[in-house]
């Protein structure tokens, strides 16, 4: 058994020492405070071995501004929180994007591969009838998420990149994007609960829980993704669009 059901819910989370996180706070006692925000610390491509180091001087070992961190720390732990992204710019838009494609990377790579793996081997357990019926059912959203990541790396990505070099897009805008951002998350949660009310019994014990496992993990990122593009990315880069006309 690979303990991933544990693992969604070893969570340990101090509200207030984010609430109160400072370009002072230790970045291990950060990580160690709301482990929820491991995943945002892995898509910047932050090594760790922090000993007694500063935020500030962690984000500035790899560029990122420490208010634009603290503040999408707080979006990944705090539901509700909102921003307030008028103090950024390009530089922060470079790096928040660069947070997307590399969010997008993971996903691709390595998250929805190991999900294929394990559903294939859950429902090798099983007859034709509840095989076909959750492998449509999961390519479907398979499906959903590759559009959408494709719009993203292929359409949003580019203008982003197009905005932060100085140029525009007459027949593009980010109020289009806010426009077609679907919600992906949905379709998991859909799938999370036909796991959870109907799944037969004939896979093993653990491949069951271990298959919701993933769900739920991948369902919890991509909520946190969502939300920094809605909250982060959009705001900024409108921002420097209105800023240029």
Same mark, same amino acid.
């Given at each position: 058994m690979r303990w991933k059901f544990y693992d969604c819910l070893m969570e340990n989370k101090d509200s207030? %020492?984010?609430a109160g996180l400072k370009h002072t706070s230790r970045t291990a006692d950060l990580m160690c405070g709301d482990f929820s925000i491991l995943p945002l610390?892995?898509?910047?491509?932050?090594? %760790?071995?922090?000993g007694d180091e500063a935020v500030e001087d962690t984000c500035a070992r790899y560029g990122i501004s420490a208010d634009l961190f603290i503040s999408m720390c707080k979006v990944y732990t705090m539901p509700g929180y909102v921003p307030d992204c008028s103090g950024f710019g390009k530089e922060d838009l470079r790096v928040v994007a660069?947070?997307?494609h590399q969010s997008h990377v993971y996903y691709l790579e390595r998250a929805l591969p190991e999900l294929d793996r394990c559903l294939d081997e859950v429902t090798g357990y099983y007859g034709?009838?509840?095989?076909?019926?959750?492998?449509?059912?999961?390519?479907?959203?398979?499906r959903e998420v590759d559009k959408h990541f494709d719009y993203e790396e292929k359409t949003v990505l580019p203008y982003v990149r197009c905005l932060l070099a100085g140029g525009s897009d007459a027949g593009y805008s980010m109020a289009d994007f806010e426009d077609n951002h679907t919600d992906i998350e949905e379709s998991l949660e859909d799938l999370k609960n036909i796991i959870i009310k109907y799944l037969p019994s004939g896979a093993p014990f653990e491949l069951r829980y271990d298959l919701l496992s993933d769900i739920i993990r991948l369902?919890?990122?991509?909520?946190?993704?969502?939300? &920094?593009?809605?909250?982060? %990315?959009?705001? &900024?880069a409108m921002k420097i669009e209105n800023d240029g006309r």
């Open positions: 207030r %020492l984010i610390f892995y898509h910047f491509g932050i090594e %760790l071995g922090f660069e947070y997307v034709e009838a509840n095989r076909k019926v959750l492998k449509k059912f999961y390519s479907d959203y398979r369902g919890r990122e991509l909520a946190n993704h969502t939300v &920094i593009e809605n909250r982060i %990315l959009v705001p &900024i």
